[in-house]
């Protein structure tokens, strides 16, 4: 059995990287029906080379934080797969960053991007830095010492980053101002740049908006809308802020948000002021979750950590869950309470949210299940759009830019739906966008020779 060797080759060689091996593993036997039909992608070892980083660089960040401290950070960029196009994919800082949360986040981007249908490798990048409590000055000296070293491996041809956890709308200017003052040339080498400075329209809403249209082209396939579902939406960042704007408009209605410290539960919907509330606290003040509860009676605040053992907020009876946060929120336990609680859609905004284990009691009763590769994909897509506009030296409308988001995320969920078919897997997303992306990305390794 191929599959098994690949997967045992894998623990053996990646022995301290837990979430890169469980990102391998969904992937790996996904694609055991296409392994079976195409003895010459076994023979090529496609799907192992798939799993070696083409590069992973790692480096020393040092700056000096306001009070004349030393301090020193890890950077890394991952460069895992350019079959199909330069390395494309964010840059995460948290406390939590090591190379076995940016490789997971790397091999899930080679498939992602690949289902997009936009010619983008997978990449991802990040610091163990914390910007959390960091002063404005600290944090531009921070993204200008890693710059420093990062300009010497990305290119607008070559490695294109962007935003995730903490790195935002503020992280991306002094990243930019930072490499155009190293190289001397103003190029669309990060995404997620300000519209006055090569940035495109939609691209902050872009991850959130792209997930519920995701959402309601599953529901349309059972003949089904987000129209008056209730939501529980786990983060309180880009995606999350998003989600809940595109539900609101969608006429579902969002009553959870959360942070690292804690969740709220508004039982009236976050929407209107609440929701203009969210975005300035935590886009602007950057405080906590908590604040939301003391300025609107309508919720109340529940103290927790997204990765405890047990999550409150999945206990909550819902139609849909949208995780939005960070990986592993949702295990088997929250999962049997989601479906205790009636959920009918799961889907994910953040990066691998759910466990194997969760994914198993989901989809085990019935409930529709939105891999994230899949359903997060309109960020990555949005940046895709951004490049393009880089190129040609144009700025597109919101309209024409939001109209080709959704038919994108239509695309790729008519290319998840039609691949899980045709592999005897009828329904089954997660099959449907690890086969659909991962032969893409093959054909074109196999086009390439070995190399
Ligand atoms: P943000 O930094 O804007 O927001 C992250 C949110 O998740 C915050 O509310 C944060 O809380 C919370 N969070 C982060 N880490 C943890 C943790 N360990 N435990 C509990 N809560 C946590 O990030 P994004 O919204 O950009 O990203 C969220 C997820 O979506 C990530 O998995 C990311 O990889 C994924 N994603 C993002 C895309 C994008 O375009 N931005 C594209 C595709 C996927 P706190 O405020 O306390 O830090």
Redesign the pocket.
Known sequence: MAHTVILETVKKRNPNEPEFIQAAQEVIESLIPVLDRNPELVKLKILERTLEPERLISFRVTWLDDKGDVQINRGYRVQMNSAIGPYKG?L?F?P?VTPSILKF?AYEQIF?NALTGIPMGGGKGGSDFDP?GKSENEIMKFCQAFMGELARHIDHRTDVP???????GREIGYLFGAYKKIKNEFTGVLT?KGIEWGGSLI?SE???YGLIYFAENMFQNVGNTIRGKTCLV????????YAIEKINQMGGKAIT?????GFIYDEGGITGDKLEFLKDL?NNR?G??KEYADQFKSATYHAG???ADHNEMWTIKADCAFP????N?INDKDANHLVKGGVLLLGE?????TTIEGINVIMDNGVMYAP?KAS?????AT?GLEMMQNYMGQNWTSEDVDSKLQGIMKNIHDNCLAAAKEYGKPGNYMVGANIAGFLKVANAMKAQGIV
């Open positions: 964010g995460r948290h939590s986040l992602k959390k962007a935003g995730d956890i903490g790195v935002g997620g691209r872009a991850t959130g786990s983060g309180s960042g880009n995606v999350a802020q948000a959360s942070d690292s410290s935590k950057r906590r979750i950590d997204a990765n939005c946060a960070t990986q929120e905004g953040a990066n691998m949210p994230g997060n994909a309109g960020g990555v940046s």
